[in-house]
């Protein structure tokens, strides 16, 4: 026992008493107990992820849904005394798969009478020990399937949503539930259970690598095969998630020593947490849209502008005619002036497509032919066409635009017509279409 008002000797270790309880209490105050009562076992902490896939880049990757083989469906409809309609959802799989509480669901392709609704996403809100049995519910309906309604399975597909909340972050220490192997092309990588793996290249969001050893001491990555298949398909990441004295301190309000400065912004931790995970995501989703100059950003989404399109020419390149315009420099016009090209012909004026004159003919090298308006307006011969920029002005001369149609000529042997205006000596303007070949 400690002798009264002498306190503990070091060299003891706190063996003095038998109530560690209060020996903390002594040593740091009322209440220290309860503190490390809660703390307590901390350093056994884990959290688990399911693996989803192996992408094109190599890493391990919840940025896709991962379709979960399926072996029954079953439906448990209800009504309440208020007149509230539920269905109880149970999917059974045929491996275990890690799905938790919370987690986002589908459904596809059932369809059958009445029983289409269960079409659609859910949020699981049971799982089974075993984690082979699932549960969530769909408000609006009360429907029971019968007895092996839904045994056959092999066009229903069931699976997770993609996974952006959690994931490993660099040097986080990751062991596997079994030993895996993955394979892809003739070349393949093992990872084994009771080993220590280390998080490294993470987005802190939906994919990340492993290494054998921390970056502190130069990370040595598990080099997986690009889009490989695993075996088995269906384990799970465990992270290590002690609670150590660095993170009890960052828990901790320091004491603020100028007041121009608030801890979090004066709000609390959980705020300052979902404010950083909003400002994580719109700048992804920013990234993901922007050009990028480490990344394919081909797309076929249609582009519209509304209004005009300004082409930067900080070198002022294009202020100088001859540059634009000089025939016999096409090519290093191309590489040299900023621009909007078509093909290889550059749109000088707008974004129709560019035309020139060669003979007494138009002529573009656009693979897609398009003219804003032709117009016969100034009862002469003479083609105007809106949009075209020549080398002297917008109205390009032609001899006997209109003539009489040869009487062996029949409709059936042009290949394409443009509608056009055509105004006489008096001022009368009507419309007609201009009969074209392609030959």
């Known amino acids: ?27 740091a105050g009322a209440g220290t107990n309860l503190d490390i009562a809660v703390l ?26 991962r379709i ?13 005394a208020a007149g509230n309609k539920t269905t109880t959802i149970s999917v059974a799989i045929t491996e275990p798969f890690l799905i938790k509480f919370g987690d986002l ?9 009445g029983s289409d609704a269960l079409n659609g996403f859910f949020t699981v809100e049971g799982a089974s020990n075993d984690l082979k049995t699932f549960t969530f519910t769909k408000t609006g309906i009360a429907y029971t399937s019968t007895e092996n309604q839904y045994q056959d399975t092999a066009n229903i597909e069931f699976s997770i949503a993609s996974n952006d909340i959690f994931s ?51 990370s040595n990555v598990v080099v997986i095969p690009n889009n490989a298949t ?3 398909n269906q384990f799970i990441f465990t992270r290590k998630d002690p609670v150590n004295q660095p993170q009890i301190i960052n828990y901790i309000q320091p004491n603020i020593q100028d007041n121009r400065y608030q801890y979090l912004d004066g709000s609390s931790i959980n705020a300052a947490v979902d404010t950083i995970q909003a400002r994580v995501e719109i700048s992804e989703l920013s990234m993901s849209e922007k050009y990028r100059g480490d990344q394919d950003t081909n797309t076929n989404d249609s582009i519209k502008f ?54 007494t003919a138009l002529t573009t090298s656009a693979e897609e032919v398009s003219i804003g308006e032709l117009s016969f307006l100034d ?5 105007v066409i809106d949009g075209l920029a020549s080398r002297d002005k917008d109205t390009l001369v032609i001899a006997d635009d209109i003539s009489d149609v040869n009487p062996t000529e029949v409709a059936t042997s042009f290949t394409h017509k443009i509608p056009i205006k055509v105004l006489d000596a008096n001022g009368n303007q009507e419309t007609y279409s201009l009969l074209l070949s392609d030959a």
């Open 230 to 232: 695993a075996n088995p």
């Open 1 to 27: 026992m400690a002798i009264q008002n002498q306190g503990f000797r070091r060299d003891l270790n706190l063996s003095e008493t038998e109530d560690d309880r209060t020996a903390f209490d002594n040593l």
């Open 68 to 80: 979960i083989s399926l072996n029954s469906i079953s439906t448990d409809g209800n009504i309440d």
């Open 105 to 113: 669901v589908s459904i596809s392709g059932v369809n059958d009478g």
């Open 379 to 383: 009862g002469t011969n003479s083609i």
């Open 168 to 218: 490993f972050t660099k040097d986080d220490v990751i062991n596997v539930s079994t030993e895996v192997t993955f394979t892809s092309g003739g070349t393949s990588v093992t990872l084994s259970p009771n080993t220590n793996y280390y998080a490294t290249d993470s987005d802190g969001l939906t994919k990340f690598k492993l290494s054998t050893t921390r970056s502190t001491a130069g």
């Open 306 to 359: 509304e209004g005009s399109v300004v082409i930067n020419d900080p070198r002022n390149y294009n202020q100088n005619s001859p540059n634009i315009l000089n025939p016999n420099n096409v090519l290093e016009n191309i590489r040299k002036s900023p621009g909007i090209y078509i093909g290889d012909v550059r749109a000088f004026s707008s974004d129709n497509n560019p035309w020139d004159k060669v003979g």
């Open 40 to 65: 307590r076992n901390n350093l056994r902490n884990t959290s688990s992820i399911p693996f989803y896939a192996v992408d094109s880049e190599g890493f391990f990757s919840s940025a896709s849904k």
